[in-house]
């Protein structure tokens, strides 16, 4: 009895397992499916909506039996459209498939879940499975070109470049403390400039580094740009700054961020990133400072000087430091040896000097300053040399003094004068030289005058005067004729 129980169970079990391996079991693979829109494909004036493929869809089936499937997408924005794919799976196997999608200018580039891709039974269409439908967007701002020229640590220059398709650059070279680092943007439109709603405006660039002792310039952290019309490039922003000699080495990134917005108002976004390590050698006297004074030089001037400063930023004590400032023209001829500076992360690594050169005989012309450093003494570590432009002296001329034309008096006058006397006083009493309120006034002092002889009213008798004689003249001609 107890037997024939047994069997009845296992009976029992086998059918509800076999009913289970019979029912349907398929299930999709992936843990979400990818769709990319490209909205390079908007090429034509009056364009509003793209195709595009999903990443492929995998369906596996675990049950005992063949299943015929339907595959679509669901819960989708609604200026979207799609298909459905219907499709039989043998047992224990996977089947795999596509779905087209019609897709509009609507999404922020980057990445969206705009619905689901679902499976369902072909026989009465229940819901098999389901996982997220997600739309990777394109930017259609990119950054076409990031050039990087920079020193490496032994003081040569280099240039990387980071590419449109990459996303991460790390530096071929370790970068030199205390050198220049310069950072220069190509930015592209990639929309066609056919489609109506080609233009990207309210461009920006944004910087961050991952440590503000990167540098000790003051650089801003956004930039501006102009708007792009479609297939467009601009390529004006240059970042220039000097990597801090203050930091020991170690790794740093810079990352940077371009944003716009399309004319539908969709954000195009991308984020690239600049790794690179600070190196430092043994020996690197530098000359951080050589200022000369004043600023305009010109061939007046009788001395100049030199702000000079040298700063070990090696990783060895200098016990024998040096350095020179040379020019055989102007006479100038500096040298000191031996000089003691500990290393770079230490307090006592800088060394100064002011000085004053004496000028004889300047020339208008160009002279070279050629300041070098060494270690060991004669070792040479660094290098630069000053253009000294001396212009032509410019002497203030003073002005010319004024002129008076001295206006000799006629006969007639001096003949006036000499009735009245040499001076003629005015103000005040005779008596006393030079009394207040007294001015003498002398013949040579006198501007002679012309004044006109007649009068307004002379003119108008002198005409009056010949009417009347032409009128007399007229009337004897008459009277001449008459009696004749």
């Known amino acids: 009895m107890g037997k024939i129980k047994l069997k009845i169970l296992i009976g029992i079990l086998t059918i509800l397992l076999f009913a289970n391996l019979a ?3 398929v299930n999709i693979v992936e843990d979400s499916i990818m769709i990319e829109a490209d909205y390079e494909k908007f090429t034509d004036e009056d364009q509003v909506n793209i195709s595009a493929t999903t990443n492929t869809i995998t369906v596996h089936n675990d049950g005992l039996t063949n299943e015929t499937i339907i595959v679509t997408a669901t819960g989708l924005p609604e200026d979207y459209a799609t298909g459905s794919e219907e499709m039989t799976i043998e047992p224990g196997k996977n089947a795999t498939t596509k779905l087209t999608l019609t897709i509009p200018h609507e999404q922020d580039s980057g990445e969206t879940n705009i619905g689901n891709i679902v499976i369902k039974s072909a026989d009465d269409n229940s819901e098999l499975g389901s996982v997220d439908l997600i739309q990777n967007t394109p930017s259609m701002l990119v950054f076409d070109e990031i050039e990087i020229d920079y020193y490496n640590e032994d003081g040569s220059t280099e240039s990387d470049t980071l590419n449109k398709e990459d996303e991460e650059l790390d530096l071929s070279e370790k970068v030199r403390i205390g050198s220049e680092f310069v950072i220069s943007f190509t930015v592209e439109n990639l929309f066609d400039n056919d489609y109506d709603e080609h233009k990207i405006k309210d461009i920006e660039i944004n910087v961050d580094l991952s440590s503000s002792k990167l540098t000790e310039d003051d650089i801003d952290d956004k930039y501006d740009l102009e708007n792009l019309d479609g297939e467009e490039s601009d390529s004006t922003v240059e970042i220039r700054f000097n990597i801090s000699d203050e930091e020991k080495a170690k790794s740093y990134d810079i990352e940077f961020t371009l944003e716009g917005k ?19 050698v043994d020996d690197d006297l530098r000359i951080i400072k050589a200022e000369v004074t004043p600023n305009e030089l010109s061939t007046c001037l009788d001395e100049l000087s030199l702000d000079f400063q040298i700063k070990n930023l090696g990783s060895d004590d200098q016990k024998y430091a040096a350095y020179s400032i040379f020019n055989q023209e102007l006479d100038i001829n500096e040298n000191m040896k031996d000089i003691v500076l500990e290393q770079y992360d230490d307090s006592d690594n800088t060394y100064s000097e002011t000085f004053t050169f004496p000028l004889e005989d300047i020339k208008e012309k160009k002279y070279y300053l050629d300041i070098n450093t060494y270690y060991n003494n004669d070792k040479n570590s660094d290098f630069r040399r000053i253009t000294l432009d001396f212009q032509k002296c410019k002497v203030d001329t003073p002005p010319e003094p004024e002129v008076v034309k001295k206006v000799e008096p006629t ?6 004068k000499e009735d009245a006397g040499q001076t003629t006083t005015t103000g005040g009493s005779n008596s006393g030289n030079n009394g ?10 006198i501007v002679k005058t012309v004044e006109d002889p007649y009068t307004q009213e002379d003119y108008l008798v002198a005409i009056i005067v010949i009417g009347i004689v032409l009128v007399l003249a007229m009337v004897i001609t008459f009277f001449v004729v008459l009696l004749k």
Not at 411 to 416: F, G, L, S
Not at 436 to 445: E, F, H, I, L, R
């Open 436 to 445: 207040a309120g007294d001015t003498q006034v002398s013949t040579s002092d």
């Open 411 to 416: 006969p007639e006058e001096n003949k006036t």
């Open 262 to 280: 399309d004319d539908k108002s969709s954000k195009h976004k991308v984020v690239k990133v600049i790794t690179f390590e600070t190196g430092i």
């Open 23 to 25: 029912s349907a079991a």
